[in-house]
C-alpha cells in the first residue's frame, strides 16, 4: 500500500508540472510583445521581421531559434544571426551583414557582386552602387552563398586580403577598378591613378599608404599615371603618363 502511495504522490507531481508547463506555454504572459532589430543597414527590418515568422500570439519560450536564424540568412547578406530572450516578451535580433565590395563580369552585361571574402552575394545587370570591378579574375564555378571556386587559392587569398583592407580603409567605394590578372602585381585604380601593390606583401602598409597620398592630394585620382608599390621603400616611385 505505501508504495502505490508513493506511486500515486510521484504521478500528482508529474501531472501538476507537466500543466504548469502547459499553462506556461499558452499564456499570454508569455508572447512576443516586442522585437528589436540591431545592426541591419542594408537588410531592411521588414524584410528580416518578415523572415522571423512570428506573430503577437507566439510564445517566446517555444521560439525555435535555428529554423528562425536559417530562414534569416536566406537573404545572403545575412552573415550571422544572435538571438536574446528578455522575459517575459521582449525579443533582441542583432545581425551582422556582409558587405559587397566587388563586381566580377560572370557574362557579358552580367556581374557578380562579392562581399569581402569572395563569396558570391548575388548577380547584377549593372553597377547599382560604387564599388570596383575585379578584372583578370580567372574562377571556374560560382554559386550563391558561397565563396567563388578559383583554381589557385593562394592567389585568390591574397587578393582576397586587399579587398579586405580596402574595406576596412573605407577605401572600396573610390576605387573603379583592380586588375588582378597577375596576381604577383595587383593593380588598384582610383580613376586614372594606378597604384601597382605587388602581392600580399607588406599590404596593409601599402594601403595606408594609398589612402595616406589620396588624402594629402584629394586630385591624385585624377592625374594620370601610376605609382609602382611592388617593394616597400620610404618613398615609392611616381610616374606621370601623357
Avoid at 87 to 104: D, I
Avoid at 156 to 184: E, G
Wanted: charge should be positive; proline fraction near 4%.
Amino acid at each position: 500500500m505505501k508504495l502505490r502511495g508513493k506511486k500515486f504522490k510521484a504521478a500528482i507531481v508529474v501531472g501538476t508540472f507537466v500543466l504548469l508547463i502547459i499553462l506556461v506555454l499558452i499564456s499570454p504572459f508569455f508572447f512576443v510583445q516586442e522585437i528589436i532589430v540591431i545592426g541591419n543597414v542594408r537588410v531592411s527590418q521588414a524584410d528580416i521581421l518578415n523572415r522571423l515568422d512570428l506573430s503577437n500570439t507566439s510564445n517566446i519560450l517555444m521560439f525555435n531559434t535555428r529554423y528562425a536564424r536559417r530562414r534569416i540568412m536566406g537573404n545572403l547578406y545575412i552573415g550571422e544571426v544572435i538571438f536574446r530572450r528578455d522575459l517575459p516578451g521582449r525579443l533582441y535580433v542583432t545581425v551582422r551583414e556582409r558587405r559587397p565590395s566587388a563586381y566580377v563580369e560572370h557574362m557579358p552585361g552580367s556581374f557578380l557582386v562579392l562581399d569581402d571574402f569572395g563569396r558570391v552575394l548575388e548577380i547584377r545587370q549593372s553597377f547599382s552602387e560604387p564599388l570596383p570591378l575585379l578584372e583578370g579574375l580567372r574562377f571556374t564555378s560560382w554559386q550563391l552563398g558561397e565563396i567563388l571556386e578559383v583554381p589557385n587559392a593562394t592567389d585568390f587569398s591574397a587578393i582576397v586580403h586587399y579587398t579586405q583592407l580596402l574595406v576596412t580603409h573605407d577605401l572600396i567605394h573610390r576605387i573603379t577598378h583592380i586588375n588582378v590578372a597577375d596576381p604577383s602585381n595587383i593593380r588598384i585604380l582610383v580613376n586614372y591613378m594606378e597604384f601597382h601593390v605587388g602581392c600580399a606583401a607588406d599590404a596593409d602598409y601599402k594601403v595606408r599608404t594609398i589612402v595616406a597620398m589620396l588624402e594629402q592630394s584629394p586630385y591624385a585620382g585624377n592625374i594620370r599615371g601610376f605609382v609602382d608599390m611592388r617593394e616597400r621603400r620610404a618613398e615609392y616611385f611616381f610616374v606621370l603618363l601623357q
